[in-house]
């Protein structure tokens, strides 16, 4: 179980595991040298990512520059992954256009990155249903307090209509996205 308390020691532990153990290219430690002396290696450059893109009946979610995968990462989607979210309470992923725009250090989730949902269309759908649109929808990573074994949250769609990554995955995302950076869910 992790603690919100924990969350700076993982973000250490993610960016040794980002960057490698031990000396060498993408470590910023000093090492020995052959000939006695030391030297310092600078830090790996983090790629560059200008979109992401899930695509829903892969369970993947794309970082992407340009036309190039950066990343990939394996999701869980709503509790109903199929079609489109309609309205509040439905356990659907949205389809569509959307940006990441609010960054979530303290929720209940370990780390959390709101996507724009609902955008423009979909109020006017549901509108035009007369049903709530709702919202709230996030990537993250596992719940802080588990409520199931490790290897549910792994292999199954378990979120309300989220997009759902594991931690170590959602720390790098965390840190290779950026405020506002285009989200494309697609089916």
Not at 99 to 116: C, G, K
Not at 141 to 157: E, F, I, K, M, V
Request: glycine share 8%; net charge positive.
């Amino acid at each position: 179980m992790l603690r919100r308390s924990c969350i700076a020691a993982a973000f250490c532990a993610a960016s040794l595991a980002v960057a490698g153990p031990g000396p060498g290219p993408g470590n910023n430690i000093i090492a020995p040298a052959a000939d006695g002396g030391t030297r310092s290696y600078e830090p790996a450059e983090l790629p560059s990512a200008d979109r992401a893109v899930v695509r829903k009946a892969e369970r993947r979610l794309y970082l992407m520059n340009g036309e190039r995968i950066v990343r990939s990462y394996r999701i869980a989607l709503g509790l109903v992954p199929e079609g489109n979210k309609e309205r509040a309470g439905d356990f659907r992923t949205p389809e569509g256009v959307y940006q990441l725009t609010r960054r979530n250090a303290h929720s209940d989730y370990f780390l959390s990155i709101q996507v724009s949902y609902p955008n423009t269309a979909d109020l006017q759908r549901a509108r035009r249903n007369r049903w709530q649109a709702g919202g709230s929808i996030m990537v993250h990573g596992w719940p802080n307090s588990l409520r199931h074994p490790p290897d549910y949250y792994a292999t199954a769609d378990w979120t309300d209509g989220c997009i759902a990554m594991s931690n170590a995955d959602m720390v790098e995302f965390w840190l290779l996205s950026h405020d506002n950076m285009p989200i494309e869910i697609m089916p």
